[in-house]
């Protein structure tokens, strides 16, 4: 197979609340460690709303931002064989691409908590102007160290696996942290969008029953929540806490949820989340992925509640993988996460970033 040639484009970030700029660059061989993969699908996170919005710093020259590149292996670089798992890594081969790199030497790093490194990099914080120039996500093609590709397992099809490649190994990772779900368990979870309906899959999976705490006004959003069958759909815009607490203890004997996940990245949601808690109860909080403001809560909850509060803003190479294979077991839920999906062009990217930020869609995705 031959690799591709000629050039292709890209979404230049320029600065908060500018406008991205579409460029053609030259593809070129991968250089020693490296692969060149061809664009499958690449979505618009949370994170690259806040980029775009001015609340999560980044370099002062172009780049291309996006960390959820899923595509095709183009070409291999000098001694690369395996992905970053360890797994025969071949041309043709579909792959997801993480962006972190950890230190290695930090505290955490060397106590192997490496989704909690301690001074991250990310591969795409490289000057788009300079050759080989495809360094982030919002292009139709990347070059990724082969030691950051988690290659697709069989059965998985790309446009699922392109719904949440970070938001459900965030969620997983956060899991694992709290000790992870048991079979039986109440679980809260707060936020219907992309998070926040993969968290209920999840919660599904391990037989727990789960209510959510969500929006009404995407119908999507509801056809698919209602799909994965939580036993309780609360609008948050109608239910107050008193209310939500009453309906908990309809459906428990204990005095609230046993998890809560916070999905949603709306402040006010934490001290919510903070009193829908049993005695013991744990908070994992994956969702508030940047600076939105103080809120008030009542620390004594903490104390008298015994309640675990665990976050979560990363996640380890292996927790890609549990997020694949997730998929690849559950294959009558992948056309579920496949229709999270609206389809944009990399010229179409400033449409793209306006609908997701509008909630116009659930999960806005480059694709080729």
């Not at 001015?54 to 183009?74: A, S, T, Y």
């Not at 990347?142 to 965030?170: E, F, H, I, K, W």
């Not at 009193?275 to 809560?297: D, E």
């Not at 294959?331 to 496949?338: D, G, R």
Request: proline residues 5%; neutral net charge; aromatic residues 8%.
């Amino acid at each position: 197979m031959k690799m591709t040639t000629g050039k292709r484009k890209a979404a230049i970030f320029h600065g908060a609340g500018k406008p991205f700029k579409v460029k053609s660059y030259p593809v070129s061989a991968p250089a020693a460690g490296m692969v060149g993969l061809s664009l499958t699908a690449s979505g618009i996170c949370g994170t690259d709303v806040h980029i775009h919005d001015g609340r999560l710093g980044m370099p002062d020259f172009p780049l291309i931002i996006g960390h959820e590149f899923l595509g095709k292996v183009d070409a291999i670089g000098a001694d690369v064989t395996q992905d970053g798992l360890g797994r025969v890594l071949a041309k043709g081969d579909q792959a997801v691409a993480c962006v972190a790199i950890p230190c290695g030497v930090c505290f955490n790093c060397r106590r192997g908590e490496t989704a909690s490194c301690m001074a991250f990099g990310v591969t795409y914080a490289q000057n788009a102007e300079e050759a080989p120039h495809f360094f982030g996500g919002l292009a139709e093609y990347l070059y990724s160290p082969a030691q950051n590709l988690v290659r697709l397992p069989d059965g998985v099809d790309a446009l699922a696996a392109a719904a949440v490649p970070c938001g459900g190994p965030t969620v997983i990772r956060s899991c694992a942290y709290g000790g992870g779900l048991k079979a039986g368990e109440l679980v809260v979870v707060q936020g219907n969008g992309p998070l926040g309906l993969f968290a209920l899959a999840w919660a599904k999976a391990h037989d727990c029953r789960v209510v959510v705490i969500g929006s009404a006004t995407n119908p999507l959003r509801l056809e698919l929540m209602q799909a994965w069958k939580p036993e309780l759909f609360l609008d948050y815009r109608k239910a107050d806490a008193e209310a939500i607490k009453r309906e908990l203890s309809r459906m428990t004997d204990a005095d609230g949820a046993d998890v809560v996940i916070e999905t949603s990245g709306a402040r006010d949601a934490f001290p919510l989340g903070l009193q829908l808690l049993r005695k013991r109860g744990r908070y994992f909080v994956p969702g508030q992925y940047s600076n939105s403001g103080a809120v008030t809560i009542e620390p004594q909850l903490i104390t008298f509640q015994a309640l675990q509060i665990i976050g979560s803003g990363q996640y380890t190479m292996a927790d890609i993988l549990t997020y694949l294979e997730f998929l690849a077991r559950h294959p009558e839920w992948q056309p579920l996460f496949a229709k999270m999906v609206s389809k944009y062009r990399v010229d179409d990217v400033n449409q793209a970033m306006a609908d997701a930020k509008a909630g116009k869609v659930i999960k806005a995705v480059v694709t080729a």
